[in-house]
C-alpha cells in the first residue's frame, strides 16, 4: 500500500480528525503572520537587538509559509484535488502579501531605528 493509500484509509476512518488537523495548520498559519506583522515596532526600541528580532519575525513568516504547503499536502495525499483547486490562489497571494508586508515592515522599523540613533 503506497503513502497516499494509506492516508487515505486513516482518514477514511477518522475525518474529523483530519478536519480539526487542517484547521489547527489554519490558525496556527493566520497566528504565525500576525506574530510577524507585530514585531517590526518592536525593532523601534533601542534596548532590544534588532537581530534577534528580525530573525524571529521572518521565522515566523517561514513557518506560516511552510504550514501553507503543510496544507496544501494535506489535500493531495487525502485526494482532495477539488479543494486544493478552490484554495491554491488564495493560498498564494496571501503568502506574498505576508511575505512582503514582512520585508516592507521590517525594511521600515530598522531604518527608522538608524535614524533615531
Not at 5 to 22: C, F, L, N, S
Not at 30 to 36: H, K, N, Q, S, W
Not at 56 to 79: H, M, P, R, Y
Request: proline fraction near 3%.
Amino acid at each position: 500500500m503506497g503513502q497516499v493509500e494509506a492516508y487515505q484509509t486513516q482518514i477514511g476512518e477518522q475525518p474529523d480528525m483530519y478536519r480539526k488537523d487542517m484547521m489547527y495548520m489554519s490558525i496556527a498559519s493566520l497566528i504565525l503572520g500576525l506574530i510577524a506583522w507585530c514585531i517590526p515596532p518592536l525593532l523601534m526600541n533601542k534596548n532590544i537587538s534588532s537581530a534577534l528580532l528580525a530573525g524571529t519575525s521572518f521565522g515566523c513568516c517561514g513557518l506560516a509559509v511552510i504550514l501553507q504547503f503543510i496544507d496544501i499536502k494535506n489535500f493531495a495525499l487525502a485526494g482532495d484535488v477539488s479543494a486544493i483547486l478552490d484554495t491554491i490562489g488564495m493560498m498564494m497571494f496571501a503568502s506574498a502579501v505576508l511575505v512582503i508586508v514582512t520585508v516592507g515592515l521590517n525594511v521600515f522599523a530598522l531604518q527608522r531605528r538608524t535614524v533615531r540613533r
